[in-house]
């Protein structure tokens, strides 16, 4: 979201004339000495609580009534390497897929992309050579919409693999960029992949729209192992009643003509246990063959009881939908906080630009072109620790550093309303600092 520069630093210049208010507003607030965090996108405790009513759902005698003895759906023993059918019926609801294109596994969706990624580069996809053994110059490269997810950048990296940033807009990356890398005639071979949170994305909060959807799947890639890795993280964590929509990337896939295209992953992490939930990969029948093929060389199988003790405390689609509507009134007042404070404090003065996401787990804030680290920088010194400045960019290096992920999940709203008022005034600050050096 871009901010007009001409505003900025008209603002800005008008703050600098303010700063030693500002200042002193500051120092006051140091020797309140608060300790809050608006950093990581973490369940809060009261959200966790929701869930405590699973522990109960798999006693002694449930177990009975679900694992028959020396039959195959003894859950209590190893097998089900795809995961149970119950679970892999859940996981589809809430993926919108069919069961049969579900693979449900441990606790962490990053796991099983980090994974992916991982057999790509040592055995290949789709027959294709293994990432690692390309030769210089077709070294494998992936697409990188931005602001993004830091971890799914950290993970690329920790591979070696190049990649290059990619603008998010409000209905999902540029496509004119995304298309211009894959399709190119000279180095679209190289690109092997395309980091996608489709709805609600990590930190913007925007949906692809139905158009970036089917641009994506009909993208001409001569790679047959470029995918898109559709991490569905925020699938149902709609804030409202009235959640956004996701066009189906299996759908589009299909119609494309590019069926083995995508991989979609998703997790009860924000559902019920954050790192105690389950997660799943879809993909084509070709893809989950090939999956399933490596994870038998990795695991003799899941850790069923979760996956059953999940099925038993959710039940079904409308269950997680209940359950989440829990999760949306817990989180509601906080979005609401720090959207009202921003307004209140920074709104109508191009200080910023800032998004208002209908679900997820965070608000995207675009501050005046160099000044998001040393807003980052002041908020840690007063006691709000935010998510590093440039962490939302590939190899943390925000070109323009102005972006800032905001998670206003785990603090309370007494704490939201701390911490927001610090941060307005710490962008202020940055803000006038910025103008007095012009
Ligand atoms: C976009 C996205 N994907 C994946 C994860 C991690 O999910 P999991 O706990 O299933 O590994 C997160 C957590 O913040 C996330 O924001």
């Not at 449900?104 to 996809?125: E, F, K, P, Q």
């Not at 070696?160 to 071979?189: F, N």
């Not at 995508?262 to 997790?267: D, I």
């Not at 910023?352 to 501050?367: A, K, L, Q, V």
Request: charged share 25%; proline share 6%.
């Amino acid at each position: 979201m871009p901010l007009l520069q001409e505003s900025i630093q008209e603002s800005t210049k008008e703050a600098h004339k303010i700063q030693p208010g500002l200042l002193a507003s500051y120092r006051k607030a140091q020797e309140r000495g608060l300790k809050l965090n608006m950093a990581r996108g973490k369940p809060s405790p009261e959200q966790l609580d929701l869930s405590s009513g699973m522990l109960n759902a798999l006693g002694p005698d449930e177990l009975v009534g679900a694992c028959h003895a020396g039959q195959a759906d003894d859950r209590r023993n190893y097998g089900d390497l795809l995961g149970i059918p119950e679970a892999r019926a859940l996981m589809a609801a809430i993926m919108e897929v069919p069961p049969d294109s579900v693979i449900v596994a441990n606790n962490s969706s990053l796991s099983i992309m980090y994974d992916l990624v991982s057999r790509a580069m040592t055995h290949g996809l789709a027959g294709e050579a293994p990432w690692a053994r390309l030769p210089e110059g077709e070294r494998p490269v992936f697409v990188c919409p931005a602001p993004g997810y830091d971890r799914h950048f950290a993970a690329t990296a920790h591979f070696g693999i190049e990649m290059i940033t990619v603008a998010m807009r409000d209905d999902g990356p540029d496509m004119d960029h995304v298309e211009s890398l894959v399709e190119s005639k000279e180095h679209g071979r190289r690109v092997k992949g395309i980091w996608c949170v489709p709805k609600y994305s990590n930190p913007t909060g925007v949906t692809y729209s139905e158009e970036v959807v089917r641009r994506l799947a009909a993208l001409k890639s001569p790679a047959r192992d470029f995918r898109i890795y559709w991490d569905n993280a925020y699938a149902v964590h709609d804030l409202g009643e009235q959640g956004d929509t996701l066009f189906s990337i299996k759908q589009a896939c299909d119609e494309a003509g590019n069926p083995d295209r995508w991989y979609q992953l998703a997790s009860t992490s924000k559902i019920t246990f954050a790192g105690a939930g389950i997660a799943a990969v879809a993909s084509s029948p070709a893809n989950i063959d090939e999956i399933a093929r490596q994870l038998a060389m990795r695991t003799i199988g899941p850790d069923k009881l979760n996956q059953l003790r999940h099925v038993m405390f959710l039940r079904d689609l409308k269950g997680v939908r209940a359950h989440m509507r829990r999760h949306a009134e817990l989180l509601r007042p906080k979005f609401e906080t720090v959207l009202r404070v921003l307004a209140e404090e920074l709104g109508g003065q191009g200080l910023g630009e800032w998004t208002r996401p209908n679900g997820g787990y965070f608000i995207s804030f675009d501050g005046p072109v160099g000044t998001a680290r040393r807003v980052v920088e002041l908020c840690a010194d007063a006691g709000v620790v935010l998510t590093a400045a440039g962490a939302t960019y590939p190899g943390g290096v925000d070109p323009h550093d102005k972006n800032i992920r905001i998670a206003p999940t785990y603090p309370s709203v007494e704490e939201l309303e701390q911490a927001s008022c610090l941060f307005a005034l710490c962008v202020k600050i940055a803000a006038a600092e910025k103008a007095a050096r012009l």
